[in-house]
């Protein structure tokens, strides 16, 4: 009894770890095309390309790191068989 209270205890830390990890990763992006314009800090001046360029860049990292580890972790979940988010719903 006490074994799959400590797994369960686990497995919550786990998944609440990896929601930090990815609202970290799924913010930076957001403050990178901040700081990117920044004046006193670097010398990435506002006009349409470069204003193309960090947003495509912010796009496509939000797109690829978050989706693509997120479902990932989501099609690895498994219970009893079920994969997906109803195996994640379930643990």
């Known amino acids: 009894m ?7 205890g686990q497995g919550a830390l ?3 770890a990896l929601g930090v990890v990815y609202g970290d990763i ?3 992006p957001l403050y990178a095309m901040r ?3 920044t ?4 010398v990435l001046h506002v006009d349409k390309i470069n204003v ?3 947003g495509s860049l912010a796009f496509w990292a939000l797109i ?3 989706s ?12 009893r068989g079920e994969g997906g988010i109803l195996a994640l719903t379930s643990l």
Do not use: C, W
């Open 14 to 16: 786990v998944v609440g």
């Open 35 to 37: 700081e990117a314009f």
């Open 2 to 8: 006490g074994e799959s209270h400590h797994q369960v």
């Open 39 to 42: 004046e006193p800090t670097h």
């Open 68 to 79: 693509v580890k997120y479902l990932y972790f989501v099609m690895r979940a498994d219970n």
């Open 52 to 54: 193309y360029g960090v």
């Open 26 to 28: 799924g913010t930076s």
């Open 64 to 66: 690829l790191i978050i």
